[in-house]
């Protein structure tokens, strides 16, 4: 017949100087045991917003062979953030019969009072986790506006220089002087109406053209040809993203045929409009623009490109 023995688990996500650390929550839930004897399971690095954690699974399979009578921990938020995943966890207790503390919070789920508090404390965990999800989302979007390099791949024919805006060091993408020749010729090229993709790829191979040191080929020069960060961002390119449903985040007298522009996915952009131009945002960005505007939307409008 197997021993039945307490577990500690604890979990740390990200060791940074203001969460408390895994030694220090296993002290706080040993005081539990009053002496008593314990097996540990500790997860660093790990995420409370799923269970998808080794030594959290390992607790789990031990609970099912019945090894494990009583589960401790520091917050209940160190084992699980998810409604879904705390309701599953309970089940598997009360079929187990193992009871589940959290030393801080002073749970005891032997009680009906005792459960229906520990399911009110992980309704406001999670809703702590989404708020923090959201803050992070609207903060995106903010610096979107505002002109910033959001990061991802810098587009061909630019490198990233330091500079600061609204006084936060960030990115701004300059042009490589011996390529922005050559970015302008594939933009005229495929404005010229009986001129394909495929004829600015053949043409590209013949002249050993390449994109990034590869060979072009049609999704790459695709991408290239509708990324507004080349364009010389005029009322013309006001009106052509307008019309195709882009959210235009600047003024119309911004747009000067200067800069260039950012094209960032919106917040209720679907699956099936990430093709379009439907609801995007377009930003005037701080770096230069290379290409005409006609260029861009005789060869991105009369063609649909974007369809």
Do not use: W
Request: charged residues 25%; glycine residues 6%; contains cysteine.
């Amino acid at each position: 017949m197997n021993i039945r023995m307490d577990a500690v688990y604890a979990r740390q996500s990200v060791d940074k100087q203001d969460s408390i650390s895994i030694e220090s929550q296993i002290e706080f839930c040993k005081y539990e045991l009053k002496g008593g004897s314990c097996k540990e399971y500790t997860d660093k690095g790990f995420s409370g917003k799923n269970t998808d954690r080794p030594q959290f699974q390992k607790l789990v399979r031990d609970i099912e062979q019945g090894l494990i009578q009583r589960v401790i921990v520091y917050k209940l938020d160190r084992i699980s953030r998810s409604i879904i995943d705390f309701a599953s966890m309970m089940e598997l207790f009360n079929r187990y019969n193992v009871e589940f503390v959290s030393s801080t919070e002073k749970f005891d789920t032997s009680t009906p009072m005792g459960r229906a508090m520990l399911n009110i404390c992980i309704v406001f965990a999670q809703l702590e986790r989404e708020t923090i999800q959201k803050r992070v989302t609207d903060a995106y979007y903010s610096r979107c506006q505002k002109g910033f390099k959001m990061g991802g791949v810098t587009p061909y024919g630019f490198k990233l220089e330091p500079t600061v805006m609204d006084g936060i060091n960030t990115k701004m993408m300059v042009a490589e002087p011996e390529l922005i020749e050559q970015i302008s010729l594939l933009f005229e090229m495929y404005a010229e109406p009986q001129t394909s993709l495929g004829d600015v790829v053949r043409y590209c191979t013949d002249k050993g053209i390449t994109f990034n040191g590869k060979e072009m080929q049609r999704p790459s020069l695709s991408y290239l040809l509708r990324n507004p960060v080349y364009a010389q961002a005029d009322l013309e390119i006001y009106e052509f993203f307008k019309s195709q449903g882009a959210e235009i985040m600047n003024d119309p007298a911004d747009f000067a045929g200067t800069n260039g522009c950012y094209l960032y996915q919106g917040r209720d952009v679907t699956e099936s409009k990430r093709a379009s131009l439907q609801d995007q945002i377009l930003v005037v960005a701080p770096h230069e623009g290379l290409v005409s505007s006609d260029s861009i939307c005789q060869g991105l409008f009369e063609k649909n490109l974007f369809c």
